[in-house]
């Protein structure tokens, strides 16, 4: 969860931050892989170097050891020629042998010098006078090969029990008691008795070789420190490091330091201690040379052994040199430490360049999102002025076309949003007005059949009424005032009369007598009342639209709308005006459309509703009916009127009549297929 919020964290960052934070990581782990490996192969190399040395170091202590037994044999082998060790043979007088064999092993630095008659039997140990003899030697493998007249050298293991014949002191320098080695192999014993000792033989003949004797002679390597600090002294030319002696060298009796020149922690020689099981598994227990790295006593060290064996092949112990790791180790960490410095002074210049490059890749990316924000509110001129032929210029010139077509867009949306708008506010009109005619049809049908019903039954009785009175006026022998009251009864008839025949008009729902019409010649005739308008001062103009095609009408019934419209035009300007008679076709083409506008005192906003209601009128006379009618003969075809008026100003009157009769339309509908 934690490595979850933080790569969400990582996510959320800016990006120039994630270009640093990513490349930082790049660059650390990077230098992080690279530091371990260049460390493991660094290590590699200069351990192998060390490793090379070491092994050259082990040759020239080799040659060294090979040198003293050289050396040995040549000491024993030239001693055995000497003139008075055949003659005290040859006559069997020793007693002076003795004391010159002892001066010759004082000379050469031996620790035994021994001398033996032709059947192995010790005749001479030089090194004490009391020292028992007579002893048979004869199985002594160098003895033995020198009794067949061979001159042998190598190294053996000597016994406690022929360590004390030579004398006490070499049986002591031969005891170790075991010193607790960290890493060395379990051993039952606790202790070694038995010496390694550097051992030559050689022959003793006389002039006519015949074997007189054996001569042997040997250097016993427990605690003798010759052989190590020569080694120490060729080879490592005694340097040191930190205090401490660079390089060390070790004789090992089977896997015990007998003598060496390493130091435990008191600084003493670290005799006692004992191989590690690694090691000693490698050389004592397969026999092979060792090389590598190694504990030693008391730190680690670049090593090399070496077996050394017996002379039946038999491995007895090592030799050993080695090098203190530590110089090697700090050789390593000093160049790791430059190594790592450079790489650290690399990487803040690195991340420096960084910095600069991540800038200039992200400044244009903030300079476009500062513009999306500007055109997110509402600046669609807003331009990003970079340049470059990279992905981020050809971006900034998408985002400039895009901030462009989105501005065209944007202008073809308003525009498309107020024709909308006017379009809802034409179509709510149109709503709000066919609601009106709707309502007004829903009154003018209602009204008619009551209107239909009521002109029936009083037309009979207002017919009598007339009748009748025209008889009582022929009447001779009246009076002028029943005259007068008879005229009177009369014309109030004929006016009752009159409104039942509108009454009946209104409410008859006769079939039109329909017949290709020019609508203008209509309206021609209806304008014969031009001369009368004049003398009431009022001009009348047409401005008719002559391209009009025929449609089908009643012509009556149209006329009859036609002259009410301009005969309530008229009486609309009692002081005089302009009456003008348009026709033309709708803008959609699917109507023809005659207005009637005069600029005369209009009508009240809340009179329109009421217009063609029944019996509705603002005049002092007439009955109401004339729009009335003349809306049911409309929209009996079809159409409408509708009404625009300013008080003060004048009116507007514009009858819509469909090309297409919806009769017709009706038919064609009804008809079988």
Known sequence: MPIRQAVRRFLDLPLRRKLILSFLIVIVLGGVLSLIIGTRIEHQTIISLAEAKVRHDLASAWM?????????????????????????????????????????????????????????????????????VGDNVARNPFVAL???????????????????????????????????????AARPEDHEDKGMMLTAAAPVVDESGVLLGVLTGGLLFNRNYDLVDRVKEIVFKGEKYKGHDIGTATLFQDDLRIATNVLDDQG??????????????AVLDRGEAYVGRAFVVTAWYITAYRPIKDIAGRTIGMLYVGMLERPYVDLRNRVMATFSGIAALCALFLLGLLAVVARRITRPLAVMVDATGKIAQGDLRHRVDLEGRDEIGQLARAFNRMTDELSLAHEDLTQWGRTLERRVEERTRELRETQGQLVVSEKLASLGKMAAGVAHEINNPLTTILINTHLLLERPGRDAEEGETLNLIADETTRCAAIVRGLLDFARQTPSQVAPTDINDIIDRTLLLEKQASVRNIRIEKALDRTLPPIEVDKNKIQQVFSNLAINACEAMPTGGTLVVASRMSRDGTHIEITFTDTGVGISKENIPRLFDPFFTTKNFGTGLGLAVSYGIIRQRGGTILVRSDVGKGTVFTVRIPLADPGEEKRIEEAPQ
Do not use: W
């Open 268 to 281: 003493n020689r670290a005799v006692g201690t004992r191989v590690s099981r690694e090691v000693k598994e």
């Open 64 to 132: 060294v050891y090979e040198e003293r037994l050289h050396s040995l044999r040549d000491t024993v082998r030239l001693s055995a020629t000497q003139e008075f060790l055949r003659a005290a043979l040859r006559q069997a007088d020793l007693e002076k042998v003795a004391a010159r064999l002892d001066g010759i092993r004082r000379e050469f630095g031996l620790d035994v010098l021994n001398l033996t008659d032709a059947l192995g039997r010790v005749v001479v140990r030089s090194r004490r006078a009391d020292a028992p």
């Open 146 to 184: 020198a009794l067949r007249k061979e001159v042998s050298a190598g190294t053996r293991i000597v016994p406690l029990e022929e360590l004390l014949k030579e004398g006490a002191d070499l049986a002591h320098r031969a005891r170790f008691q075991f010193v607790p080695t960290p890493m060395a």
